[in-house]
């Protein structure tokens, strides 16, 4: 079985932002935080313009990562590029460890 592949997804998002795509987002927080449960979504950025959002998604093929943003509640609204990566890092933001002294 092939291990999990990183891809980044490079969200465009509707300038300016309908009354639809707002009615949406909730969904779209909430469905974003169960695929981050899942381990599916790893991190989402939205730039500071709304224009543009990224995404790391953990998928084992590029047909399984499409699959993941299918699942996003704004799927029919935006458009979307999906690049494998070579590396990706990020600092561990999680709790502090616990020290038994």
């Not at 995404?55 to 494998?84: H, V, W």
Request: aromatic share 6%.
């Amino acid at each position: 079985m092939a291990s999990p592949q990183l891809y980044m997804a490079e969200l465009d998002l509707p300038v300016p932002f309908t009354q639809e795509f707002i009615s949406l987002i909730p969904a779209q927080r909430l469905a974003i935080g169960k695929l981050m449960t899942a381990g599916a979504v790893l991190s989402i950025s939205v730039a500071a313009d709304r224009s543009k959002a990224w995404t790391i998604i953990s998928a084992k093929s590029e047909e399984q990562a499409r699959e993941i943003i299918s699942k996003f509640p704004i799927s029919n609204m935006i458009r979307y590029t999906l690049r494998p990566l070579f590396v990706h890092e990020t600092v561990d933001m999680g709790l502090p460890k616990m020290s038994m002294n």
